[in-house]
């Protein structure tokens, strides 16, 4: 079974930038759209960036676009988040999932219920 290992969370200020990398041992992720969700105290799960498994498509949600780019590495088994001018309100946990299935759609839609393997998450804290 593939296990999700995310890191790359921190404490910077408004304005910083951080990278997070997820990275998948004990298989593969190459066939499976990739995700990053946050989830901030009190609020629900939602998506950030999605990729699908080829790398050729991405989703962004709308109060990410511009500052995050989500990309991945096969053959290194990592998907990464590059984040900019990050924000307060992008203050959460961070996570990566893998699509429930491969060779699929998922990346276009990131919901929330078509992604599994969730990692153990990484706490990202944006001061004012």
């Known amino acids: 079974q593939v296990h999700y290992v995310e890191s790359g969370g921190g404490s910077v200020q408004a304005g910083g930038s951080l990278r997070l990398s997820c990275a998948a041992s004990g298989g593969t992720l190459g066939m499976y759209d990739m995700a990053w969700f946050r989830q901030a105290p009190g609020k629900e799960r939602e998506p950030v960036a999605s990729?699908?498994?080829?790398?050729?498509?991405?989703y962004y949600a709308d109060n990410v676009k511009g500052r995050f780019t989500i990309s991945r590495d096969n053959a290194k088994k990592t998907v990464s988040l590059q984040m900019n001018s990050l924000k307060p309100e992008d203050t959460a946990v961070y996570y990566c999932?893998?699509?429930?299935?491969?060779?699929?759609?998922?990346?276009?839609?990131?919901?929330?219920?078509?992604?599994?393997?969730w990692g153990q998450g990484t706490q990202v804290t944006v001061s004012s």
């Open positions: 999932a893998a699509s429930r299935r491969p060779y699929g759609d998922y990346w276009s839609r990131a919901l929330v219920h078509d992604f599994g393997s």
């Open positions: 990729i699908d498994w080829s790398g050729k498509h991405t």
